[in-house]
């Protein structure tokens, strides 16, 4: 029996051209013909398995056994235990509780529904689809009430958006860098397919005031979390969201019913909703006025700062993905908008010296998650990798420096689970070490 | 207070235009302003809510008090519990399981993975992915091993991809219409978004022989499925895939590695995939010469006969979805085709008299599920619903009585849970009755 000996991918490749420093390749060129990417093994000890009569392989215990009846409603395997989403608050102590999505886990433009993020002011409310309503109300001619039941027979439309916290990424703002991952630095956005009502069809049936400039949306929950929403926006691609990735809301993420704002921060995207009040002016409810008007550096605060803006991190590598030898990897990572498609992301090696354009998986949509991905041979040496993102109608992600001149930073480390400020969506910095391992830099 | 009066819907759009017989009406102008669509109530009772300073709403208890604390893997709703996939075999005897989706209560592209379909010849086998191996070898220059972690390092691709057993639908071979649901007669197609490695590129690191026109896939699990793939496919768009709808594969859908081959039917997809023997002829294993060579009535038998072909099937209304009265509704329902993308869905409220063309919602990705939707003005009489779909190479969904014609018919009315034949992608006919409830009608 022959032993194949295990290729050594780095030394084969030094023919493909790089396309920025550091080791950034074309991607096109690493799916061609005869490349060795990722360290595959010869198959060692399974020489006999090349002629037409091949022997069995060695069975492992699961295919000698009858294995586990089939549930009704599935779960991932018991060896994916760990991929979870991290929680600010396990115990539910009088205080709001924060879930995580690990994106550094995941590999998809859609978060599974278990995973999805959430926040919760006071846990989840636990409500019986059948009691629940949602009244419009306000400056209409005439309030109405939905049941879950007279929703369901409303023209029903579906798309992809991300919802992201305001607060997200906010460790960023710190003096310097936290030392975590990714899941605990921008683990509160996730993205979904949301299928409901256009909220305009609902607003034109009750008949709203022309002249009304908002709408204070109010959920079920027991904060009766409150925000206001210009009208504009509701007249827009508002949604009345009944289902996630097909089905029914997630009680986290605002079971029977919820506020969909494509590209707005989450918060407003009220859970629970049980009304909507067309007036003109905003209420300057609780969260509007204290946890989302942030104090800006030259002393003024923002007031309405609705936008998630153009953003992106890299997930493959991340800390806590340790690179084991130098060789071919793929860089890649998710980009999002607020406003619109993702046009463009580029990808650093070097800290930002030279950048490559990174592919982007189609199809683009708007206000979801893209997915970039990014060839790169790693020579063993320190690097410090970056993505930046564009979008259509022209924003382009902001340096770090960029962002905490205008928003601030913290004059110590923040810790994990702060909240020191709202709005970060600048560059993220992967710096890898000779060793492999991913840490988090300012670079 | 006054108490408003609840409005007769089905009045007030006597000047929508038909565009279709018995009721179907352009999807847009319910979009527009001013229509009572689906018996929203006006607020009666909370007409003091009109004013500015508008009285709370009443609470219910879960407004009253703290919610539950978040979980690290969020599942759904406890008011939810009747959505789950119905088992076929539910105590695991020694023979074949199915878990089909149910479609009726459901609304989206994406079918979440706790409800995709599986059928497991004897059960989900409990694999360690750390101890699983995938071997290329055979007409190769260098036979392959690949651990899960090395797989993780190759250049991956997303794409959305509905997944479909050869024997879904087959209880419309049956004589007479089969009384039961969507679930039972079409539950085992689902659609999902993977991402993996393209097996292409694992098969060109591996020296492939240019003149190897097959590939055997074998799985882990006990019974070692094992389908013979054309390499012409394999080259294509097939796909090593890893995760589904964000994270890893679900046990019942191949955990942690599958086949995913888009549009061709759900036994070749082989999951727990563990190796891929490149050859020159098929072997002709059990699956492929029993259960998916059916006979047909000219006596000769489909012989590798892969392709899922264009159809589609109303979801709502469908039976056990009861319409309470006259009015607006939206017929909605999942179309797809394994050779590319749906163009176009008619649907007929008339038995086939008729027919108008349904509203495709965008994006409409190749070999996955495609919504549409379509309004419609039930009058309270008697009525018979049905689908066509057409695809982007010119195909159309046959009539059943085409299928049959060409296929087969059993000689008695089939059992659900039988399997009568393999490959029905005809027509489906939902009866709505005067009293609102829907069958399964032959028209």
Known sequence: MRIFKRRNSGEKHSTLQPVAGNGLLDRRALLGRGIAFAGAMSAGGAASLTGAAAEPLKDEQWSLEPGEVLSPYQQPSKFEKKVTRILSNPRGEPRTQHARTPHHMLNGTITPNGLHFTISHQGNPDIDPDKHKLIIHG???????????????????????????????????????????????????????WTGVKLSVLLEEAGFDKNAKWMIAEGADAPAVSRSVPMKKALDDAMIALYQNGERLMPGNGYPVRLLLPG??????????????VVNQPSMSYYETRTY??????????????????????????????????????????????TGRITKVMVSADGGKSWAKAALQAPVLSKAFTLFRMAWRWNGSPAVLQSRAWDDAGNV?????????TRGETKTVARVGGFPS??????????????????????
Chains 1, 2 share one sequence.
């Not at 023209?155 to 990714?182: H, I, W, Y």
């Not at 709202?422 to 670079?443: F, L």
Request: some cysteine.
């Open 139 to 193: 400056m209409v001619k005439q309030p109405l009430a939905f049941t879950l039941d007279s929703l369901s027979r409303y023209p029903m439309v579906t798309r992809a958006a991300f919802v992201e916290c305001g607060g997200n990424s906010s460790l960023l703002f710190s003096k310097e860098p936290v030392q975590t991952d990714v899941q605990n630095l921008h683990g509160l956005v996730s993205c979904a397919e």
């Open 264 to 277: 707005y921060e989450g918060n407003m995207q009220v859970k629970y909703l049980r009304r909507l009040k």
């Open 293 to 338: 008007s942030p104090v800006l550096p030259n002393g003024k605060a923002y007031r309405f700062f609705f936008l998630q803006e153009v953003k992106s991190f890299i997930t493959h590598p991340s800390p806590g993905l340790m690179l084991k030898e130098p060789g071919l990897y793929e860089i890649s990572g998710i980009a999002y908008s607020g």
């Open 397 to 405: 992600q902001p340096t770090r420096a960029e962002v905490v001149a």
């Open 422 to 443: 709202q709005h970060y969506n600048g560059i993220t910095s992967w710096g890898i070490a000779g060793s492999g391992e991913v840490k988090h830099v300012y670079a």
